[in-house]
């Protein structure tokens, strides 16, 4: 279920794979999203299981759509099976209330300032770097009294996979500068983690990149959209204020 999960005084950090859930076919198992096509039950069946393992009451999730707006967390409805809001990142003070960014070869991002009593989880792919999801996150944890605040940069699609048409990568490189890459057959790529990797730490963010040795696409354990395509489920990130 927990690819990775470390827990710290005041807050826990989740990353999880494919095992222990409920979805069946190319869902199997732990599927925490409904946008590929698997049933509303599996999927808040999973986000249920989740939610027992870290002992909160559900997890409180976004319909992401590749943009840069930020929401608080503190009202949203705590299960899967509600209306969320449409967003790309969420921050809360409230504490047992569990953040969840879903993925499938994007960036997750976890963000925690444990003395100012703030969180955020945030969904950076190549269109959401560019647009700056990563600055907006930091700057609301700010505003709501963060100072020192901890990243934690889970699984995605590595540069040397993240394949994409040269003018694309042009295009992300003069918005990141770092982020251009080659694929092993020498065609141009994107390596989106570094990326938003360096955005964090240009804000003054500490950085734990856990994910930095692994690829969505190339490892089995993890949904990836590029490996399976639009029949894919979600993986997720969680992060919670204790």
């Known amino acids: 279920m927990f690819w990775f999960r470390e827990s710290l005084p005041g807050v826990e950090i989740a990353f999880t794979d494919r095992a222990g859930g409920s979805s069946e076919g190319p869902y199997d198992s732990l599927n925490l999203g409904s946008a590929g096509g698997d049933s509303m039950a599996n999927v808040v069946a999973n986000h249920a299981a989740v939610a027992r393992e870290l002992g909160v009451e559900g997890l409180h999730s976004m319909s992401q759509v590749h943009g840069s707006l930020v929401v608080e967390a503190d009202t949203l409805r705590a299960d899967g099976s509600g209306t969320v809001p449409e967003c ?143 029949a894919s489920g979600r993986f997720g990130g969680v992060v919670v204020l204790r």
């Open 88 to 230: 790309d990142a969420l921050v809360s003070t409230v504490r047992e209330l569990g953040l969840l960014v879903r993925v499938a070869d994007c960036v997750p991002v976890l963000l925690a300032d444990v003395d100012a009593g703030v969180v955020g989880a945030a969904h950076a792919g190549r269109v959401g770097m560019v647009g700056g999801v990563v600055e907006a996150a930091v700057e609301r944890m700010t505003a709501s009294g963060a100072a020192r605040i901890r990243a934690w940069v889970g699984p995605r699609a590595c540069g040397r996979c993240y394949e994409l048409p040269e003018e694309m990568v042009a295009a992300v490189e003069a918005a990141v500068p770092g982020t251009r890459s080659v694929t092993p057959w020498g065609t141009p790529a994107v390596d989106v983690g570094l990326g938003v990797v360096s955005q964090l730490k240009a804000l003054g963010v500490e950085v734990h990149d856990v994910g930095a040795d692994v690829c969505t696409i190339e490892d089995e354990r993890f949904f990836s959209y590029r490996r399976q395509g639009s």
